[in-house]
């Protein structure tokens, strides 16, 4: 934990669920826009855990782990070929939603909805082509509250985003590769801090 003048080790904290193992070697962290809601994901697992987390003593607690449907690759070759790498994630600026990518689909987590017939929604697939699409990789919320999707491998000029990503569903806005830039190498967003957040 961070304070004005220390840094104190405040010791680890295990949870059960999920199991991540060495092999899990992808995979992204998040905490919500107020801090106060921490989530994982990791490659391999199928899962997402989520936690309430305390900024001031840096404690996580009432945990919950969410099952992630698999899901079409969509490959013109292989109609039975299945998406189920979780591979990163991201809070809406609201807290409500958690988008979750995969390679090939991404999913929207609303925390709100208790139902769990209705709590998911797919709302992006590929954003291109089967043949130009490069798989979807890291995800990050911008300073103007839109949800930037990057690109393995930075063969592209082009990053795909979320025009209104506090809106559930479809209305989320996905807007395919419409960030244009004007050289390849285009791979994830940066990792950017909330400046906003503010003391506890």
Not at 116 to 127: G, H, I, K, Y
Not at 170 to 192: E, I, W
Request: aromatic share 16%; charged share 15%; proline share 6%.
């Amino acid at each position: 934990m961070f304070t004005k003048d220390s840094v104190i080790n405040k010791g680890t904290k295990q949870f059960n669920l999920p199991i991540f193992s060495e092999f899990n070697n992808g995979g992204q962290s998040m905490f919500s826009q107020d801090g106060k809601k921490y989530a994982t994901t990791c490659r391999g697992t199928g899962k997402i855990f989520l936690a309430d987390f305390d900024r001031c003593t840096g404690v996580l607690s009432n945990p919950l782990v969410y099952d992630v449907d698999t899901l079409s690759a969509h490959s013109p070759l292989d109609s039975t070929m299945q998406d189920y790498f979780t591979e990163g994630l991201a809070f809406s600026p609201n807290g409500r939603f958690i988008y979750l990518y995969m390679y090939f689909n991404i999913q929207q987590l609303d925390l709100w909805d208790n139902n769990p017939a209705t709590r998911w929604s797919v709302v992006a697939e590929l954003d291109t082509t089967w043949d130009a699409f490069q798989s979807y990789s890291g995800m990050q919320l911008g300073p103007d509250n839109k949800l930037y999707v990057g690109n393995w491998g930075g063969l592209s000029k082009q990053m795909s985003y979320f025009n209104t990503p506090n809106a559930k569903g479809l209305a989320s806005d996905f807007c395919p590769r419409c960030l244009r830039f004007p050289n390849y190498g285009v791979t994830s967003p940066p990792c950017m801090p909330n400046y906003d957040l503010g003391a506890e």
